[in-house]
């Protein structure tokens, strides 16, 4: 420091606003810079070069930002399953469109060549018919009782053909084996299973019988489940664990034993999926959700 200033810089500040002397530590400090007055105004280039740089840096940062941004929406939109991008959808129209465009040209030549087979049928059954009438002209005149039998066979078979194509009720009747039942007549599943979870089937919802037949919820013996294969018949067995019964509910249904055939091989939460008048008669339907029993087969599928 200076012994004719406190300034620690060095420098001796007179009375004159104009006049500014450097001091020794000011020569080792600041050796690279021009001595300014007081009163005289900075120069604009390095403020201008720092303010440039500035901008030019958060530029870069934005451009990053950006970069990032863009680059992670295409990546989740990569990995987002069923999204199609614009020129597949495209595509994928096309494609439609004509597949589309030949059924209806090939619908188009099939329906010409049916009525062209048509017209040549009805040809030839006229001059057949012109044929017979020439031939046998008392063939006309049959008794109009045979056209009655006709017309009711023709009725009788067409109520027949109505009542094999409507879907019939589910029915079926447990079976039990005379023989012990083998893992191989079931395709490798267990005989036995001592706990397995069950359910009842929810009201509303509709079930997919293997048979083609029509579920019916008052079935007793349907129940559906992947662990068995399709006509196993099966021994239930209540088990101990209800936890939604008094004690007096719980001896009614312990142990309670139902004989149900698997019916189907829709995927569930639980083991099994029954039937509500089959779970009814080895729980209580209404009260309780899901029930332990044990699995016994009796008969392999036929």
Known sequence: MSQFSRDPRGARDFSSPQVRVRGANDFRTYSDQRLRLPNERPPLGPLLRRLIGALLTLAAVAAIGVGVYFGVTE????????????????????????????????????????????????????????????????????????????????????????????????????????????????????????????EAIPSGIPRTLADGVEYDPTEPATVFTSRWPVGTTLRLTRLPGATLLTDEQQSQVLGAQALVVVRGTEATNTDLQMSPAAFDLVAFYGIERIIAVRVEVVAPPP
Do not use: H, K, Y
Request: net charge negative; charged share 25%.
């Open 75 to 198: 990546l989740l939109a990569e990995d987002e399953p069923g999204v199609v991008s614009t020129q597949e959808a495209s595509e994928a129209e096309q494609s439609a469109a004509a597949a589309a465009s030949a059924e209806s040209q090939t619908q188009a030549d099939s329906a010409a060549e049916e009525q062209t087979a048509a017209e040549a049928d009805t040809e030839s059954a006229e001059l057949e018919d012109t044929d017979i009438a020439q031939e046998a002209p008392a063939q006309d005149d049959e008794p109009a009782a045979t056209a009655t039998d006709s017309a009711a066979d023709t009725e009788a078979a067409q109520q027949e053909q109505s009542e094999a194509a409507a879907p019939s009720i589910s029915a079926v009747v447990p079976t039990v084996s005379e023989e012990p039942v083998v893992p191989a007549q079931i395709g490798g599943a267990e005989v036995v299973a001592e706990r397995v979870t069950a």
